[in-house]
T-cell receptor, first 115, second 115 residues
Framework: AQTVTQSQPEMSVQEAETVTLSCTYDTSESDYYLFWYKQPPSRQMILVIR??????QNATENRFSVNFQKAAKSFSLKISDSQLGDAAMYFCAYRSSNTGNQFYFGTGTSLTVIP | DAGVIQSPRHEVTEMGQEVTLRCKPISGHNSLFWYRQTMMRGLELLIY????????DSGMPEDRFSAKMPNASFSTLKIQPSEPRDSAVYFC?????????????FGPGTRLTVT
């Protein structure tokens, strides 16, 4: 089965600064999808950004962007101009295009934003 | 769209009692997932359905857990008998078909406490 690794259990960033959360995954597939989800204290899981493996261009959504390195199997999330509302748990997820519809989630990174 | 609906939002029960968690996926989504989240184990996939058919239930902890999806708009996760170690937040998520690499949409979760 595919595995997703988030090696940073906790991160902190000063408000208005930039922070990068790391994610690596293990797969033998060439076609798949990657996601970052945010879980604030409310517990609601919210999609932040998605990336198709066949696209070389990195996805961006406003202040959120990814650095997708397919050969290295790396998928980091960069948050620019960090805001207090960005404080949350962030999960990286992998979705196979071959083995059914299953998603694989990392263990999460808890982000603290310091005023 | 109302999003994924879960009920109840909170459940407190005594050990040995039966617990039923309910989920209504987003209309038109043909995949449904049940997850359990704890501090110790993170986010765990319990079972997922495609077109109302269980595809992978290898994450179901033991025979005390069962899940059904009698139709496209309703699913239940039952624990009988419940134990204190079942205390967790249980999430239901739904998704459009795999083609297109669609993301999962999560419900607000049910916080279960077994005393």
């Amino acid at each position: 089965a595919q595995t997703v690794t988030q090696s940073q259990p906790e991160m902190s960033v000063q408000e208005a600064e930039t922070v990068t959360l790391s994610c690596t995954y293990d797969t033998s597939e060439s076609d798949y999808y990657l996601f970052w989800y945010k879980q604030p204290p409310s517990r609601q899981m919210i999609l932040v950004i998605r990336q198709e493996a066949y696209k070389q261009q990195n996805a961006t959504e406003n202040r959120f962007s990814v650095n997708f390195q397919k050969a290295a199997k790396s998928f980091s999330l960069k948050i620019s101009d960090s805001q207090l509302g960005d404080a949350a748990m962030y999960f990286c997820a992998y979705r196979s295009s071959n083995t059914g519809n299953q998603f694989y989630f990392g263990t999460g990174t808890s982000l603290t934003v310091i005023p | 769209d109302a999003g994924v609906i879960q009920s109840p939002r909170h459940e407190v029960t005594e050990m040995g009692q039966e617990v039923t968690l309910r989920c209504k996926p987003i209309s038109g989504h043909n995949s449904l997932f049940w997850y359990r989240q704890t501090m110790m184990r993170g986010l765990e996939l319990l079972i997922y359905f495609n077109n109302n058919v269980p595809i992978d239930d290898s994450g179901m902890p033991e025979d005390r857990f069962s899940a059904k999806m009698p139709n496209a708009s309703f699913s239940t996760l039952k624990i009988q008998p419940s134990e204190p170690r079942d205390s967790a937040v249980y999430f239901c998520a739904s998704s459009l078909p795999l083609t297109g690499g669609h993301e999962q949409y999560f419900g607000p979760g049910t916080r279960l406490t077994v005393t």
